[in-house]
């Protein structure tokens, strides 16, 4: 082979080359796989649990529109009175109602029957206190947290469609919740006030004016 000849075939070995190594240097422009959505790690929200009803602690009893705790209306009442602790009174002088008080005395209770017969259907069951700090008062609570001391704002705000009326008897005034149940729950505020002072649960149109009198 002349030396020209061989010149020009190591040029183009070299240059083969050098493209070669160039080539294996490029940055590569394929896009690297999607690792995909990332998992959540958010816990699974924990619905509230609405603590059992201990018959000796109405601390611990739910209003509904059926009544409050075990106190349901249209229950029999000498079988409601006769599941709860002697703490509950009951006599002669007013056989139709039996009632209990806080140990602290902050608020008390009461579930009444009809009067027409000695097994009338429990008709009415209330929680109520004279508390001038009503917000303190632990006692029943509706499944969202409301019972004595709630302010009409807060009633409206899980309630929206609550109806709002004034005692026959007196300058109360009360807010009645929705509902197609044969029984009502109703808060009721004293003149003036914005705190409800008692939450009643009755199949009556109202609640109430008293119910020992």
């Not at 796989?33 to 009803?53: C, L, Q, R, Y």
């Not at 709002?164 to 004293?190: K, N, Y």
Request: net charge negative; hydrophobic share 35%.
């Amino acid at each position: 082979m002349r030396t020209n000849d061989m010149r020009r075939v190591f040029s183009a070995v070299a240059a083969a080359a050098v493209l070669g190594f160039l080539a294996g240097c490029a940055p590569s422009t394929a896009e690297e796989p999607s690792a995909g959505p990332t998992a959540s790690t958010e816990p699974t929200p924990t619905p509230t649990e609405i603590p059992e009803a201990d018959p000796a602690d109405p601390a611990t009893w739910v209003i509904s529109e059926a009544g409050i705790g075990p106190a349901e209306l249209g229950g029999d009442f000498a079988a409601v009175l006769g599941m709860l602790p002697d703490t509950w009174k009951n006599d002669d002088v007013c056989s139709w109602t039996a009632w209990w008080t806080a140990a602290d005395s902050s608020y008390g209770a009461y579930f009444v029957r009809g009067t027409e017969s000695d097994t009338a259907p429990v008709s009415e069951v209330s929680v109520y206190s004279a508390a001038e700090d009503l917000g303190s008062v632990q006692g029943p609570r509706t499944a969202e947290g409301l019972g004595v001391g709630a302010s009409t704002a807060e009633v409206l705000t899980e309630y929206p469609d609550a109806e709002q009326g004034s005692d026959e008897i007196g300058s109360g005034t009360w807010m009645r919740l929705p509902g197609d149940a044969d029984g009502h729950v109703f808060f009721q505020f004293r003149d003036g006030e914005d705190q409800a002072s008692s939450v009643t649960v009755t199949s009556r149109d109202a609640p109430s004016y008293e119910v020992c009198g």
